[in-house]
T-cell receptor, first 112, second 111 residues
Framework: DVKVTQSSRYLVKRTGEKVFLECVQD?????MFWYRQDPGLGLRLIYF???????EKGDIPEGYSVSREKKERFSLILESASTNQTSMYLC???????????FGEGSWLTVV | DAKTTQPPSMDCAEGRAANLPCNHS???????VYWYRQIHSQGPQYIIH???NNETNEMASLIITEDRKSSTLILPHATLRDTAVYYC????????????FGKGTTLSVSS
């Protein structure tokens, strides 16, 4: 089975901190994605990557950056966390040209 | 990519079939219909997808109309564990793109 693992399930960070959310997949998938989910707003795409060192902005990239140095790992970075970034963050992966994507369990981030 | 329209919520009695509709009137010939669901506090889960023909797997059946402008996801015997948000997405299988999720349909299964 495909496994997408997010490093932290629950995090509490202070405003202004630099936050790293890590995601690892074990199926040699080319594509990896970061979404956030908020009540009433649904799932929104932040960034995705279709190859190592490649990245594309999604619908809401402001305040975030990403890193994909290895195929299996995709990191989401909050350079200076703010309270409006309190959310559930979901990582996902898929093969090139396939829309069957596999999600991790999610990371609940609270910024205080 | 074609947009989809789903009812915001539906109810279903346990043991009965749940039929979740999706309209995608602007779908183009090379776009697939995908269904995902999200159980509370978990990541979305792939259910099924199709292009033209009806599809069935161990989780559900997908019925696509002949003109492809709408589809129905069928859960043949809904259980309480099927309570979730169901997303219908229309997308090409194309490299370098990402799935965009709408608001979906909240299905509530009750005993």
């Amino acid at each position: 089975d495909v496994k997408v693992t997010q490093s932290s399930r629950y995090l509490v960070k202070r405003t202004g901190e630099k936050v790293f959310l890590e995601c690892v997949q074990d199926m040699d998938h080319e594509n990896m994605f970061w979404y956030r989910q908020d009540p009433g707003l649904g799932l929104r795409l932040i960034y995705f990557s279709y190859d190592v060192k490649m990245k594309e902005k999604g619908d809401i990239p402001e305040g975030y950056s990403v890193s994909r140095e290895k195929k299996e790992r995709f990191s989401l970075i909050l350079e200076s966390a703010s309270t409006n970034q309190t959310s559930m963050y979901l990582c996902a992966s898929s093969r090139t040209g396939r829309n069957t994507i596999y999600f991790g369990e999610g990371s609940w981030l609270t910024v205080v | 990519d074609a947009k989809t329209t789903q009812p915001p919520s539906m109810d279903c009695a346990e043991g009965r079939a749940a039929n979740l509709p999706c309209n995608h009137s602007t779908i183009s010939g090379n776009e697939y219909v995908y269904w995902y669901r999200q159980i509370h506090s978990q990541g979305p889960q792939y259910i099924i997808h199709g292009l033209k023909n009806n599809e069935t797997n161990e989780m559900a059946s997908l019925i696509i109309t002949e003109d492809r402008k709408s589809s129905t996801l069928i859960l043949p015997h809904a259980t309480l564990r099927d309570t979730a948000v169901y997303y219908c997405i229309v997308r090409r299988n194309q490299a370098g793109t990402a799935l965009i999720f709408g608001k979906g349909t909240t299905l509530s299964v009750s005993s």
